[in-house]
Structure formats: C-alpha cells, structure tokens
C-alpha cells in the first residue's frame, strides 16, 4: 500500500476545474482519469503530429460561482479543448461521440498564440501572433467574431464573471484602447481610448462592478480603475503620489470578495488598496533579511538521505537571493505571486529577487503571518478552494517533492515521493475532496501520481486498486469517432463584396475620435464564416 498512485502521463496533465477528472496527453491519446481513484472513463485517439506540435489543454472553467455551481450539475464543465499552432479539437466528456474541429483558427498563414475558452462552453478565443487578430468561435453557429489589433499580453482580455462582457485591450496605431464587448452577440457596448503609455494588463473585480488596468513600469505604479460601462472612476499614482519616481506594477490581484486589490510593484512592495476609494489599506514589504518577531520563519532543510523538513529559523533570518540559488538568466525583480485565500483573509506572494521564499500575509492585522523559506526557486502556490488556510508549494526541486503549509498546524509538512521514474515535477494542484480526505496531484515527465492526505497533514494510503481501474468504460476509438457526430469548422474566405455594411458588426476598425465613445468604431467585423466539412 502508498499514499501515491501513479500512473503514466506526459507534461500536459490538466484536472478538471471540479478536481473530479484529470486530462492527460500521452503518447498517442488524451485520456480522461477519475482522479478518485486513476481509472480511465474514454480516450481519444489523436494524430502523432498533432501530439509533437500540441500546446494547449484546457478545460471549460465558469466565470462566475453561481455557473460553476449550476455546470457542476449539469456537466459542463466537463468540455475540454487541445490545439496546436493552427487546430483546435474540442471534446465532452459526458458525450464522447462528439467532437468538434476548427481548422485554420487564425487564418492560413498565422499561427496561435494563445486559445481560451469564451464566457460560455460554446466559445473559443484564439488570439494570432504577433497582434495581428482574435477570433471568438461559436460553436453552435460556426461563426467568427474577428477582434482587430489585440494586445498580446497574459492579461490582455478578461469576462466579466456576473454578465459575460468581454474587456480586451489593443491598440490600433500609437495608443491603447479599451474594448467592452456583450455577451452572446458580441455587440460592441463600449471603446475607450486610454491615457497609458503602454498597458500591460486588465482584470475585472471578481464582483464585476470594477475593471482595473495598469500602465507599463516606466509610468510609474499607475492604476487605472474604469467602472462596468467603461467610464474612468479613479487613477492611482503610486503612494509617494505621480511627482516621485517608482519603479512601477509587475502584478495586480482582486480579493475574491472585491473589498480590496493587491498590487505588486517591481520594488519588492505589495500595495492593498480599499475598492471604496482606492486608498492604501497597507503596505508589505519584503526584503532578505527577514525579522518579524509576531511571525514564524519556517526554513527547509535536508538531511543526509535527501528528507526534507521544515524548522523553526532563528530571526533575523536570510531568504537566499536569485544570484544566490543560481537560477540562471536575467537578474528578476518584482513581485510576481499574489495569492489570496478564499475568504481573502491571507495573502500569500513571491518576489522574483527572493525566489525561494514565500510570503504569508494577514489581511485581519496587517501583519506577517509566516515566511517558507526554501532550497529551492518557488515556480507555484495554490491555497485549497474550502480549506481557506491550506497552502500548496511547488519547488524545482530534483526529485519529486511537495510542501504543505496551513496555518493551524504545528510545522509545516513536505511529502516526497519515492519513485524516480516521476522525475522532477512539471505542475502541481488540488483535487476533489472527499470528506477528511484531501487529494492532490503531481505531475512529471512521464507519471502523473495522486496523493491523498487528512486535514491535519497526514498522508493516507490507497485501497487495493479496483479491478475495473484500468478500463475504459465500453468506448473504443471508433465509437469516439463517429464520423456522423462530429462537425468541423473553418474559415471561409471572403471578399469585399461579400461583407454586407447594414449589417450589425461588419464595419471594419478606423481610428477613433477621442470625442465620445458614440463616435467610436468597432475594432471588430463579423465574417459570415460557414460550416465546411472537409
């Protein structure tokens, strides 16, 4: 018996939003695992060179938790999608005769950058390279949506969770400028042209009644809030006000309940404003030589047969700097990790100049609640979604290793699996829960394991494995791929004269007039994209 199942997997190993199911891309197949237990329910055969050139897998995750309740219920978070630079395959779980293709999701010539699901199951936003354009894919029309100049940045769009709006930032000729998109019909609701420099991101308020945006570094710590309709309600300037020199925002996170945001400069400061009127609410600073006599600085050490363990360090203590651990590269700096728990009553960070170290904040006093301090760079944290003091580690540590805090234990625990056929871990996350038991997953190069652990840190043992572990539930790949229930879609191109102008949406991008927003065109055209099965 082991408190580890492992099973064979690759790189690309996804669970479910619900934890329930684990997506993995193998050899020649992606295959859907229970995470209870490891047992295969389908698998879809998939090209060997759509397998080398694979860059995504992701599940449909709700924007909203009234929709994650309501697709608990009736499956739909059970879609997932995987692509390469130019394909797209979508599949349902709960329907593994069906199957959905685009082909040519960016055009002949361009390829991927980035694809995502839409603010429903039936959407998919491909982004091209180099800005060129965004597509949103409708699955139930088989119509494109074409979004000129989007901005390529890892927050460059966000959906509103309550409504569904779309918020995307691009920029047509030498500014920025804001996109509000409805939902459903894509009908431009409003475009701002913004006073950034060059924006680096955009999220919206968890409650949705706020869209906050932050200008690039040499602007300073510039923050840029804009209500739900696009209208501009506050601009941050850094504390030392929009005369002082700051080195600017690297990262901004909303706490789950929207009373503040945190934002985290290339300074080594995490700001948390009030979304009232966007004051400083405090001000945490990190800095190597660590001392704080109300908090405790656990330190990982190792012993002589590689167990690892955590211990009490004697403050002041020293967070070992990114020159020190030899990462390699560029010198980083900057807060890069804002994580608050569920009822955002901590907050847990990373700077990149101290990456071995976590951060563990107390938004009751404002005070620093604990600090991890590691051998090894920190490339993950995950607090558990109901346990609200549960924090999950990743370490680039050699073999494979995961660290465990929550704060009501007495010491802080590390589990390190003894198989070296796993290898270093790629990802780390949480699982569904059952009862007292809670599960978590630690994918390798080539196994994937599942470990299983109670609620005061000890690790459970599996049961025998079931005899119908390994089976797929009746479902060959021909059965998964039934011509007649699978449709594809593609682009079809047009000309100039097949785009009608009366119609809603089919007016192509031209400069804004920074009068209002009414005088604004669409960056946006519909394209009367068909089915085609080819």
């Known amino acids: 018996m082991s408190a580890f199942r492992c099973f064979p997997a690759s790189k690309q190993c996804v669970p479910s939003p619900d934890g329930a199911l684990i997506a993995i891309i193998d050899h020649s197949h992606l295959t ?10 389908c698998s879809y055969p998939l090209p060997s060179e759509f397998i080398l050139s694979c860059r995504f897998l992701r599940w449909f995750i709700p924007r909203h938790r009234a929709a994650i309740d309501a697709s608990l219920e009736t499956g739909e978070h059970r879609q997932l999608l995987v692509a390469d630079d ?22 002949d010539i361009n ?68 996109i509000i998109l409805g939902p459903g019909t894509h009908e431009q609701t409003a475009s701002v042209e913004l006073p950034t420099v060059d924006a680096r991101g955009l999220k919206w308020s968890p409650n949705g009644q706020w869209l906050a945006i932050w200008d690039t570094a ?25 005369d002082a020199i700051e080195l600017g925002i690297k990262s901004v996170e909303w706490s789950p309940s929207s009373d503040c945001i945190a934002l985290g400069d290339f300074s080594n400061n995490v700001t948390i404003l009030t979304s009232t009127i966007y004051s400083v609410k405090a001000l945490f600073l990190h800095r190597s030589g660590v001392s704080s006599p109300e908090s405790i600085v656990w330190q990982e050490e190792i012993d002589a047969i590689k167990d690892r363990s955590y211990t009490i360090a004697r403050q002041p203590a020293l967070a070992p700097t990114s020159e020190s651990l030899a990462t390699g590269g560029t010198e980083k700096s900057g807060i890069s990790v804002l994580a608050f728990n569920e009822d955002a009553s901590l907050l847990a960070t990373r700077s990149d100049s101290l990456p071995s170290t976590i951060w563990i904040w107390s938004l009751t006093t404002a005070k620093l609640a604990a600090v991890l301090i590691h051998h090894e760079s920190v490339k993950s944290i995950q607090w558990h979604p109901f346990v609200r003091d549960l ?51 630690l994918n390798g190069a080539n196994l994937c394991a599942i470990g299983q652990m109670t609620v005061h840190g000890q690790l459970v043992f599996w049961a025998e494995e079931n005899d119908q572990m390994n089976e797929i539930s009746g479902l060959g790949p021909e059965d998964m791929f039934d011509e007649g229930n ?20 089919n007016t192509r991008y031209s400069e804004p007039e920074p009068t209002t927003a009414s005088d604004i065109d669409d960056t946006f055209y519909y394209r009367n994209q068909k089915k085609a099965t080819t």
């Open 32 to 41: 859907i695992r229970i995470a209870k237990n490891g047992g295969i329910i």
């Open 86 to 107: 130019k394909k797209i395959l979508i599949y349902n779980v709960n329907d593994p005769q069906w199957q959905a293709q685009i082909n040519s999701a960016v055009g």
């Open 111 to 178: 390829k991927i950058a980035n694809v995502d699901w839409g603010n429903t199951s039936e959407e998919v936003l491909v982004s091209a390279e180099f800005g060129v354009k965004a597509t949103i894919w409708s699955l139930a029309t088989g119509r494109g949506v074409e979004i000129r100049d989007p901005k390529l940045l890892s927050y460059a769009y966000d959906y509103q969770g309550r409504t569904g709006h779309l918020a995307i930032l691009t920029r047509p000729i030498a500014h920025d400028v804001l």
């Open 218 to 242: 040499s602007a300073g710590s510039r923050l840029l809030i804009y209500t739900a309709d696009g209208y501009l309600f506050r601009t941050y300037s850094g504390a030392r006000g929009s």
């Open 391 to 441: 924090l999950l580690v990743h370490c680039a540590t050699a073999d494979p290793t995961v660290h465990v805090w929550r704060e009501s234990w007495d010491l802080p625990q590390i589990f390190r699996i003894r198989n070296d056929e796993l290898g270093a871990i790629t990802s780390v996350g949480w699982l569904a829960t059952e009862g007292d038991v809670l599960k978590f997953i």
């Open 486 to 505: 699978s449709f594809e879609l593609s682009p079809v191109k047009l000309s100039n004269g097949d785009i009608q102008e009366d119609l809603p949406g």
